[in-house]
């Protein structure tokens, strides 16, 4: 099940990297995704078992995390725009470091990914060490507010999926 999972998202992120929804496009997308995933198993922990949530509490949660993250990459987006056409006044950019704590390496790439996906913040760096990664932000708000939104959106959303 983990296999289907792992090439059915590299396989999406193709198809939404392409903005295509072709038919061969989806065939080239799953071919790529299947030879990836063969690849690198080992790597994205394809042949061990994992820890954390089964395959059903996924599934139960995986809808909930695509609605929060498409809420949050439109709300980002309208944000942005509306301070490149001067309707909003510009928000301060400045670097925040963001503790992982116990999260996965997948979890951590997860939520780098889908911070830089929505408009106004992109991660720069992970440090494994100091268990941090650190995002470049578009933001207004004080840094342990910006924190404890990132950190909201993994306890409620993010750990049921890809811890």
Known sequence: MRWVISILLLTSVYL????????????????????????????VGLTTPSSGPDAA?????????????????TVSALQVALMVMHVRPLARMRFIEIPFDD?????????ALLTTLSPGAVMIDIDWERRVTL?????????SEIRRIYRDFYERYQRHVLP
Request: glycine share 4%; net charge negative; aromatic share 12%.
């Open 103 to 111: 999260d996965t390496a997948a979890g951590v790439a997860l939520n």
């Open 135 to 143: 995002f470049h932000v578009f933001d207004n708000a004080e840094l």
């Open 16 to 43: 939404l990297m392409l903005i295509s929804l072709n038919p061969w496009d989806i065939v080239v997308g799953l071919l790529l995704s299947t030879v990836l995933v063969l690849l690198f198993r080992s790597y």
């Open 57 to 73: 509490e996924r599934l139960r949660w995986i809808v909930p995390f695509i609605l929060h993250t498409a809420w949050d990459i």
